[in-house]
């Protein structure tokens, strides 16, 4: 009995331990589901905001990622959803965006969600520890009510890692268009490195010259043609 007791106790200690240890893991992500708010109310599709609270590292996830964009997404899915038994296939897109330059020199950009299905899109605020602040968006992962379920709240915790646009406070803004042709093959020995998140790496880490802060890792995966832009921005300052 006394064998018996202490196994138990053994194993009861175990857990709590991991109890405990995934509670630590997961506040931040909760914490970070639950700043989702709706900033629009149209019947169908609307812009939410998410303010990202969890850390993430992204020397890891390029180390976890190989050519291909599920590697990719499931990288991102480790970052974000750390522990938990989740699988998500790589999406396709689509989508236009321009830049201009005002009379009075102020810089003005945009962005259009050219997609088969109409869809719902987020703004995403990061501030992470060895970063600068941005906002970002995308179109909110195919789902439309961010806010409406435990599991759509779930899956916007990898939107840092799949924004299609954005803008630092250090005014470095960048966008990715999909192009109708080819994908493209590269074999340059480097890491290889999603569009995405060459996305991320600039909004986090570029405050004038937007590659600089991957040009020794930049690899864009040959899933589909891409093509990206940066342009300098007025300094703005993300919440």
Not at 38 to 48: A, E, G, M
Not at 66 to 88: C, E, G, H, M, Y
Not at 171 to 186: R, Y
Request: charge should be neutral; charged fraction near 20%.
């Amino acid at each position: 009995m006394k064998l018996a007791a202490r196994i138990a106790m053994g194993v009861l200690a175990v857990v709590a331990v991991a109890a405990v240890g995934f509670g630590a893991l997961y506040t931040s992500r909760i914490q970070t589901a639950n700043s989702i708010e709706k900033l629009t109310d149209y019947d169908d599709y609307n812009l939410y905001r998410m303010q990202v609270r969890y850390d993430y590292d992204l020397d890891k996830k390029i180390a976890n990622t190989t050519a291909d964009n599920q590697s990719f997404i499931d990288a991102a899915v480790k970052q974000a959803l750390p522990l938990l038994p989740v699988s998500i296939k790589a999406p396709t897109f689509g989508c236009s965006a321009f830049h201009i330059q005002e009379t009075g020199g102020d810089h003005l950009m945009g962005r259009n969600y050219d997609f088969k299905r109409d869809t719902s899109a987020m703004l995403v605020c990061t501030a992470p520890k060895d970063g600068y602040k941005s906002f970002a968006a995308l179109d909110n992962l195919g789902v439309n009510q961010a806010d409406a379920s435990t599991k759509a709240k779930i899956a916007s915790l990898l939107a840092p890692f799949a924004c299609l646009d954005g803008i630092n406070e250090k005014g470095v803004s960048i966008a990715v268009l999909t192009l109708d042709s080819e994908p493209t093959k590269q074999d340059t020995g480097k890491p290889v490195l999603a569009t995405t998140m060459a996305i991320r790496l600039v909004l986090d880490r570029a405050a004038t010259r937007p590659w600089s802060c991957c040009s020794s890792t930049i690899c864009l995966l040959p899933a589909a043609a891409t093509t990206t832009f940066t342009s300098p921005m007025p300094p703005v300052t993300a919440a």
